[in-house]
């Protein structure tokens, strides 16, 4: 994915997102991955969505909406 998007960060949302060890997985398996493939770039950072679970509502609702017609306005929590 980093290959077409040159991503800075990767935010994952929804239910699972809930599961720090899966963050970590996914971290772990990063980094091995982009050690042993230079091509791919920088490393992007993966972290918890800010929307944590309501990911896929907000998403879904945003989709409803014609464009323009709706702002989410929200203050970013710092996840550690």
């Given at each position: 994915?980093?290959?077409i998007l040159d991503a800075e960060r990767?935010?994952?949302?929804g239910?699972?997102?809930s599961e720090p060890i899966l963050i970590e997985y996914i971290r772990k398996y990063q980094r091995a991955i982009y050690e042993?493939?230079?091509?791919?770039?920088s490393v992007p950072e993966i972290r918890q969505s800010v929307f944590r679970n309501d990911a896929n509502l907000i998403g879904a609702l945003q989709l409803l909406q014609p464009p323009g017609d709706i702002k989410f306005e929200y203050e970013a929590a710092t996840l550690q």
């Open positions: 994915m980093n290959l990767i935010a994952i949302g239910g699972i997102s042993r493939n230079e091509k791919y770039g």
